[in-house]
């Protein structure tokens, strides 16, 4: 069995920082990351770990940082040909962007296409696992997971179902979006490293029948994730509540029909009433952080304290490609602005938590992705934390790891991804 020592600087957490970092997050300077069988094996110091291993094939990263890949808990990769396109808000940004974009995975040499060069893509910024959202053409959730599965990444995803307020062309109706979406549940979760995701893309898009369906094939699985937006953007909001005159509030379009649960993920979150805050926290949902895609199409300020306080579950995304970047460095940079803009400077640690484990947590993948611990799967982004000039310049003069850290997360970008290890082989830079 050949065994990988990877040495350099260690970042590991054994709980959750967002209460406090100091006695939950664990920094080695000089640390070590033993792989074996494409598994964690060992987290230890760099020195003892060599001497124990003497037949480990060994990378010495120096001072680089060996963190685990990073996890995307929400994002389109049928969006990633049009990300940062100009000038809209949600709803005119999806009829006047995405869905058109969307309509083309009905070709599926075009969806192998989109969702090769995604998972490259995020390779590239060190993520090694993306939740997405597929289009409604069943063979978009194929190519995706075939793609994944010739690069050994643990991905999750979901037909996207939409049965109204939709073009022709993206619309399903609420039996077949059931029959689609079990036939793919039943050829996909568990297999490899795949898991699927029940997937109404969000409440106005689908008639109160098909979030009955969903609901019911959720119910039938309940080891599936189910993924769905939440409380975006007001008008959005102000929409919902004409289409649903009956119900309390937007989490309740979900919940009246079953599909509010632990393993549901509900993206953005941002302009919740206290009652959803409450019902998130109760069932033990997760809530998705998209910061830039909350600035880039005008969203709002995400109440991360406050929701965390409330004791709500929070990963945290691209959402390519209403958000602005593949690179999960920047989402921490933008989640470090939104929570500045509410009063909250968030700490280094807490940022790299919910980019790894916070995002895994989501995802009840907790210990099998998005950590740096023995058992865990060896998907590992090692950062240079001087890699470009302008970041090199700041952190030389850092007294301490965070402050030599916290540049990368504010400047850096795939430039600063040294290299990428998914599932215990390291992955060839393009
Ligand atoms: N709400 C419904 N669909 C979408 C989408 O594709 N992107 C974002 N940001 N919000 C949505
Ligand atoms: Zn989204």
Request: proline share 4%; charged share 15%.
């Amino acid at each position: 069995m050949t065994q990988h020592l990877l040495l350099g600087q260690t970042l590991g957490f054994s709980g959750n920082p967002l209460g406090g970092w100091e006695d939950v997050t664990h920094h080695n300077s000089t640390g070590g990351v033993l792989i074996a069988d494409g598994v964690i094996a060992a987290v230890g110091d760099g020195a003892t770990l060599r001497a124990a291993h003497p037949d480990a094939t060994v990378t010495d990263y120096g001072n680089a940082l060996i963190s685990p890949g990073f996890v995307d808990a929400h994002m389109h990769y049928p969006q990633t040909a049009m990300i940062a396109s100009w000038g809209k808000q949600l709803i005119d940004w999806l009829n006047t962007y995405t869905f058109p974009e969307e309509s083309r995975f009905a070709d599926r040499t075009y969806a192998d296409d989109i969702a090769g060069r995604t998972l490259d893509l995020a390779l590239a910024h060190g993520t090694t696992t993306l939740t997405s959202f597929c289009t409604i053409h069943t063979a978009s959730v194929d190519a995706f997971f075939e793609a994944a599965a010739t690069r050994n990444m643990a991905v999750v995803a979901g037909k996207t179902c939409m049965d109204r307020n939709a073009p022709e062309t993206l619309r399903d109706d609420a039996k077949s979006a059931y029959d689609d979406s079990k036939a793919l549940l039943e050829k996909w979760h568990g297999v490899g490293r795949a898991s699927y995701a029940i997937t109404p893309r969000f409440s106005p898009t689908s008639t109160p029948d098909q979030l009955a369906a969903l609901g019911a094939l959720w119910a039938e699985h309940p080891d599936c994730l189910m993924q769905t937006h939440l409380s975006e953007q007001l008008p959005e909001i102000a929409w919902v509540r004409d289409l649903f005159p009956n119900a309390r509030d937007y989490l309740d379009t979900y919940e009246a029909f079953g599909l509010l649960g632990s393993r549901g993920l509900y993206g953005h979150a941002i302009h919740l009433e206290d009652r959803e805050v409450a019902r998130l926290s109760e069932v033990g949902a997760a809530v998705v952080h998209c910061p830039t895609s909350n600035t880039f199409i005008g969203s709002g300020l995400f109440d991360l304290m406050g929701l965390a306080s409330a004791g709500v579950r929070i990963g945290l995304a691209t959402d390519t490609g209403g958000g602005s970047s593949f690179s999960m460095l920047r989402t921490m940079a933008a989640a470090y602005e939104i929570a500045q803009l509410r009063g909250t400077a968030l700490h280094p640690a807490q940022l790299m938590w919910l980019a790894t484990e916070g995002s895994a947590q989501a995802l009840h993948m907790s210990g099998q992705i998005g950590h740096l611990g023995a058992g865990a799967a060896a998907d590992l982004c090692v950062l240079d934390l001087a890699a470009t000039p302008a970041i090199a310049q700041r952190s030389a003069r850092a007294e301490t790891f965070w402050d030599a850290l916290f540049p990368t997360i504010m400047m850096g970008d795939d430039r600063a991804v040294r290299d990428v290890w998914v599932a215990g082989q390291r992955v060839a830079k393009p």
